[in-house]
C-alpha cells in the first residue's frame, strides 16, 4: 500500500494544474505561485520516495513526466491567456514541446517500444520555465522589488530561449538522426 504514495503525489500534482489555472485567470497571482511552487516540491519528493524505497512503477514512470508537461502547458497557457507572457515566447516554447512530443511518439513508432531518452538541455529548459513562471507571478503578487523582478524575467526569458535552442538542436542531432536514418537510409 505504501508503495503508491508517490504515484499519489503525482496525481494531486497533475491535478494542481486546474486551480493554479482558475487562480490565474481570477488574478489571484499569489495563490497560483504558492500551489505552483507546492507542486515542484511534490515532483522532487515523489521522485525521491520512490527511489528511496524502491518504489518506482511502470504507472509512475508514465504518469511523472505527463503530470509535469500538464503542469507547464497549462500554466503556460493560462500566463499567455491573461497576457502576462508574450505570445512569441509562447509560441515558441509550444513549437518545441510539439516538436517533442511528435518526436517522441515517432520514435516510439519506429524503434518498437524504446524510448527516446530525454537531454540535459530539455531538464535545464524545464528548469527555466520554471523560474520564468514563478519570477512572472512573483511580478503580479508583489509591487516592491519591480526593478529586481524586471531583470530576473529578462534572464529568464534568455535562459529559456537558450535551452529552447539547445534541447531542439541535440533532439535534432541525436534522435532525430536516428529517425532520418531509419525513415530514409533503410
Known amino acids: 500500500m505504501l508503495q503508491l504514495i508517490p504515484n499519489v503525489i503525482t496525481s494531486l500534482r497533475l491535478l494542481l494544474a486546474i486551480p493554479i489555472c482558475i487562480f490565474i485567470y481570477q488574478g489571484n497571482e499569489l495563490l497560483a505561485l504558492l500551489l505552483f511552487i507546492f507542486a ?53 516554447l509550444l513549437v ?21 531518452e530525454s537531454n540535459r538541455w530539455g531538464k535545464h529548459f524545464t528548469g527555466w520555465t520554471i523560474a520564468l513562471f514563478i519570477i512572472t507571478l512573483l511580478q503580479e503578487s508583489i509591487s516592491s ?22 534541447s531542439v538542436f541535440t533532439y535534432a542531432r541525436k534522435q532525430g538522426k536516428e529517425v532520418y536514418k531509419h525513415l530514409f537510409r533503410s
Open 145 to 166: 522589488y519591480s526593478m529586481l523582478l524586471n531583470l530576473l524575467y529578462e534572464i529568464a526569458v534568455v535562459g529559456v530561449l537558450i535551452f529552447t535552442a539547445l
Open 96 to 116: 518545441r514541446d510539439a516538436l517533442a512530443v511528435m518526436g517522441s511518439m515517432l520514435y516510439l513508432m519506429l524503434f518498437e517500444g524504446r524510448n527516446s
Open 40 to 92: 515542484g516540491i511534490s515532483d522532487g519528493f515523489d521522485g525521491y520516495l520512490a527511489r528511496r524505497f524502491t518504489w518506482e512503477s511502470e504507472f509512475g514512470k508514465l504518469l511523472d513526466p505527463l503530470a509535469d508537461k500538464c503542469l507547464i502547458l497549462s500554466t503556460l497557457l493560462a500566463l499567455a491567456y491573461v497576457q502576462l507572457l508574450p505570445i512569441w515566447l509562447v509560441s515558441i
